[in-house]
């Protein structure tokens, strides 16, 4: 019988995809041995500019489209050859997918280890199987497409892989060809363009087309200038006043079906500006008396939406997709597709998915899953893709009054542990190469510094191009990853690089040290994570972390953080310390007979008196009671006890508003 044990595994915390997949992807994401290499010289910084130019003249393509185009594909990096997860080469995202998947050993090395850190036995894997994981029989458009621009080039496909002027030369050449198709005039006014833009960037799908080409057009109308991947200087000059034929628009339609507020009956949640499909996923009942893979709520009337929840699929769209159609699997709400931005809605938002690794969190919480490997440096999440996911994020937002700040718009990473047993497990996902700060500023919430340096507070914020710490475990455990840049800094226990990492007792329960791996979030801060400042000594600064003292290097001429001010908690007076907790559930007099109790046990972190936390969010206990599949048997719990959520770590955590004192950082 479900809900006879205190919560379901399954339902509270999603696997990890079969680890196959995702060592499959990584390695198919590293870079190529015929890649060029950032040894041999770096070329004039005007270079790929100069090779916007010269393509959009060869082929009579408005030079803005061009660079609009490439900038929505890739933002004009190069990823050093190596393809995307849907198999694109380039700064136009040139896709040879079944390339890209042969050029993987014969056997690689997988498990079933959610964390990927080697903890558990490895098992090889065939090539084949992990082809047949992640490419479906029959390529779509939008996978084959450097072979056509090969053909129309006249250039070679390696070259066009590995050549970021060539493959520029091949994007032009696809745009242009689009353009002829449509029986449309090349070079001349980019508003004729737009068509064949949403042709470029839909190939398998008209409505993710129509919004590819809103994204392009705006990016064109504000303009974009940016450093990319190789040290190369692009820039699009803006065009403000730059509209879309209104016939190619009126011709092309609206980019998605009409949102419906209660989705269900392939109703979808999703705004005008981006593409979206249902892909439901299934509540059924099955076995002896369990279900799948969701459970059906009336949030917000029941329970309020408080968090949004940004996972990586760490497997392919084709393999996502089947695996939330599968009753005995979990669930979450949304998928993104890394290629184009498009977006399958599975599970309604008033429903509780099973997502998130922490039941209280999927009760007040919607998760959005992106097409992606968080453990491949060069696994890019596209521009269409981070442009996508800001467009719905901001919709739900709206729809449920979550704030866009990083208390509540939270990563899987950020998500805490229910118990103490439970920490270990806990997965890793977006990881420490998902770029938040690019993705709030397309959310519309930059992060500034708010005050001067007796604020209290810091917001984490390095310059992500050039903050590159260094991992191991991306392909192989032990094994350094590629440079990359990066939105996580690292934490040490005094003011000096060689000093050890802060511990994690909770991920790290033998006391071992914390360490570089990829997915060790143990001695970690990231993007838009704010924290009280403890101390400071020169270019240092310490905060208050897990119950500890936390330094990281944050030099005047360089900060990785900024001055802000905020709510802080700190133990109430007299309280040598307090625990700490990873749900909000209510007291034991709150449950009514028929309900079992669900003990609010504390993780092995203290707060000791004086320590600070910057506070998220305040909130009263209450536990959804879900354990069958019929739902007269669902209750929801409220309590009277109070908590705060506090940025305990790099996982938030709760505490109790009896145990503490809550004011104004800095006073």
Not at 191 to 206: C, K, L, M, S, T
Request: proline share 8%; net charge positive.
């Amino acid at each position: 019988m479900r809900g006879s044990a205190p919560e379901d595994a399954r339902r509270i915390h999603r696997p990890a995809l079969r680890r196959s997949t995702a060592v499959a992807a990584a390695v198919l994401l590293l870079p190529l041995s015929g890649a060029p290499s950032a040894s041999a010289g770096q070329p004039p910084a005007d270079r790929l500019q100069r090779a916007f130019t010269d393509a959009a003249a060869r082929f009579h393509v408005p030079r803005g489209v061009l660079l609009g185009v490439s900038y929505l594909e890739s933002r004009w990096d190069g990823h050093r050859g190596a393809p995307s997860v849907s198999g694109g080469y380039g700064p136009m995202h040139l896709t040879d997918a079944r390339t890209a998947l042969s050029r993987l050993p014969e056997f690689s090395e997988g498990d079933e280890d959610a964390r990927g850190d080697g903890s558990r036995a490895r098992k090889r894997v065939p090539k084949s199987t992990m082809q047949r994981a992640l490419l479906p029989a029959k390529l779509p458009a939008r996978l084959r497409t450097l072979a056509t621009a090969a053909k129309l080039t006249g250039l070679s496909p390696e070259k066009l892989r590995t050549d970021p002027a060539a493959n520029v030369l091949g994007g032009a050449a696809l745009l242009a060809a689009e353009q002829r198709r449509l029986g449309l005039p090349a070079g001349g006014d980019p508003a004729r363009w737009y068509a064949a833009v949403a042709g470029y960037g839909g190939q398998d799908n008209a409505r993710g087309g129509k919004a590819f080409a809103d994204e392009v057009y705006q990016v064109m109308r504000r303009g974009q200038a940016r450093t990319n991947d190789a040290g190369q200087r692009v820039t699009l000059a803006a065009a403000p006043g730059l509209v879309p034929d209104a016939a190619q628009q009126k011709r092309l339609g609206r980019p998605a079906v009409k949102a419906s507020a209660a989705g269900g009956d392939g109703g979808l949640e999703c705004p005008w500006s981006v593409a979206c499909m249902s892909v439901p996923a299934p509540y059924e009942e099955f076995g002896d008396k369990d279900y799948g893979n969701h459970d059906l709520a009336n949030r917000p009337k029941d329970q309020k939406v408080n968090a949004i929840v940004i996972h990586d699929t760490e497997g392919s769209w084709d393999v996502t997709l089947k695996l939330i159609k599968d009753p005995k699997y979990v669930s979450w709400h949304y998928t993104i597709r890394s290629s184009d931005g498009l977006i399958a809605q599975h599970v309604p938002t008033k429903d509780v998915a099973w997502h998130a690794g922490n039941w209280y969190i999927n009760s007040h919480s919607i998760g959005v899953e992106h097409e992606g490997f968080l453990a491949a440096p060069d696994a890019w999440y596209t521009e269409a893709m981070y442009r996508a996911s800001a467009h719905l994020v901001k919709y739900l937002s709206r729809k449920y009054d979550v704030p866009l700040d990083r208390q509540h718009i939270l990563g899987h990473d950020n998500v805490p542990g229910t118990t103490t047993s439970t920490i270990p497990g806990m997965h890793t996902d977006p990881g420490p190469y998902w770029d938040w700060a690019h993705y709030f500023t397309l959310l519309g919430r930059p992060f500034h510094a708010n005050a001067g340096p007796n604020g209290g507070l810091v917001t984490i914020r390095p310059d992500y191009a050039r903050n590159s710490p260094r991992y191991t475990g991306c392909a192989k455990p032990g094994d350094l990853c590629a440079p990359h840049g990066s939105t996580a800094v690292r934490l040490h226990i005094a003011p000096d690089e060689n000093a050890p990492l802060v511990k994690d007792g909770g991920l790290h329960p033998d006391g071992s040290d914390s360490t570089n791996g990829v997915n060790d979030t143990g001695a970690r801060v990231t993007t838009g994570q704010r924290f009280a400042v403890a101390s400071r000594a020169g270019d240092w600064t310490a905060v208050w972390y897990l119950g500890q003292l936390a330094w990281f290097r944050n030099p005047q001429d360089a900060p990785t953080a900024v001055n802000t001010q905020g709510l802080i908690a700190t133990p109430k007076a007299g309280r040598p310390e307090i625990p700490v907790y990873g749900r909000a559930y209510p007291e034991k007099a709150a449950y009514p007979a028929g309900v079992p109790y669900q003990a609010v046990s504390a993780l092995p972190y203290k707060i000791t008196a004086g320590q600070k936390y910057a506070v998220g969010d305040r909130m009263a206990g209450d536990y959804f009671y879900a354990p069958t599949f019929d739902t007269t048997k669902h209750r929801i719990v409220r309590g009277k006890d109070v908590y705060y959520e506090i940025q305990l770590g790099h996982r938030v955590g709760y505490v109790r508003a009896a145990d503490v004192d809550v004011q104004r950082s800095g006073s």
